[in-house]
């Protein structure tokens, strides 16, 4: 008896545990979801956003290119590979960038784990803040699956979740720049967030290529309907309330990623 009920209880968590994983399904991001889905109320904005950097082989050729193009975006940042190259991050900065945080690594939260969870979150949370020099406001979760230990912890850091409303599918070894445009355009409409990504870390090796060549044809599209591209802070979704649960210790020491 004693056996059947831990099980039930640890089926339970794992239930609650997932249940905020549901905003991914298309019509709980149209409805109740719509806010963490990304959809923005700025009439006529696309929020660009990118996954996965900071990565010295191709960031500084999609800075460029957005720097080419007048736009300016939000990246969601992984902690480990931000602790690699801090110079670019703060680079990202400069240029007039909003970065935000994506984790420390890149990997699934399937299984309750909350201690864990504030840990990671709050150093990738740190990294940003200390190395980037700007305080982000954003989270978004590896893989877009968004745990009740993650969010709870995003929650706690002031940090807001959101995911996103139309993707390239850039991270494959197929993509090409008019097949990620070809992909995003149905959902390239006022009030979009757009995810591409910055990095092939996770990804295809060279995919990074596609997106880069696919952002003068986003960009192209957005001006041809009267779209404006630009970084989350200017699209009026709403920001947590919260206050973070402690300041973040600029001064800390980070032990380095292995």
């Known amino acids: 008896m004693r056996a059947r009920h831990l099980l039930a209880a640890a089926a339970a968590a794992e239930f609650l545990h997932l249940a905020p994983a549901a905003v991914r399904l298309p019509a709980l991001r149209r ?4 806010r963490t889905a990304g959809f923005g109320t700025t009439p006529g904005h696309v929020a660009l956003t990118f996954d996965d950097g900071p990565d010295p082989r191709s960031t500084p050729y999609v800075l460029d290119a957005l720097d080419e193009l007048g736009v300016r975006a939000t990246f969601f940042l992984l902690g480990a590979m931000l602790d690699r190259a ?4 703060r680079e990202l900065v400069a240029r007039g960038h909003e970065v935000a945080v994506h ?3 890149h990997r699934q939260q399937w299984y309750p784990a909350p201690a864990r969870d504030l840990r990671e979150l709050r150093r990738a949370t740190e990294a940003v803040t200390d190395l980037c020099g700007a305080r982000p406001l954003w989270y978004r979760p590896p893989y ?3 745990t009740a230990g993650p969010a709870l912890a995003a929650r706690g850091l002031g940090l807001r979740s959101v995911l996103w409303t139309a993707w390239g ?4 070894a197929e993509a090409t720049g008019e097949s990620v445009l070809a992909t995003a355009r149905p ?3 006022g009030g979009a967030t757009l995810l591409l990504h910055d990095s092939d870390c996770t990804s295809a090796p060279d995919s990074w290529r596609a997106t880069l ?5 986003i960009a192209a599209h957005c001006r041809a309907h009267a779209l404006t591209l630009g970084p989350l802070r200017d699209h009026a979704v709403p920001r947590t309330g919260r206050r973070p649960e402690r300041p973040v210790n600029r001064s800390a020491r980070r032990p380095r990623a292995r």
């Open 31 to 34: 409805t109740v979801a719509r």
């Open 213 to 217: 060549a696919a952002l003068p044809l």
């Open 169 to 172: 599918r850039d991270w494959t």
């Open 187 to 189: 959902g390239l409409s």
């Open 144 to 146: 877009g699956v968004l």
């Open 86 to 89: 801090p110079a670019l991050g």
């Open 103 to 105: 984790g420390w690594h």
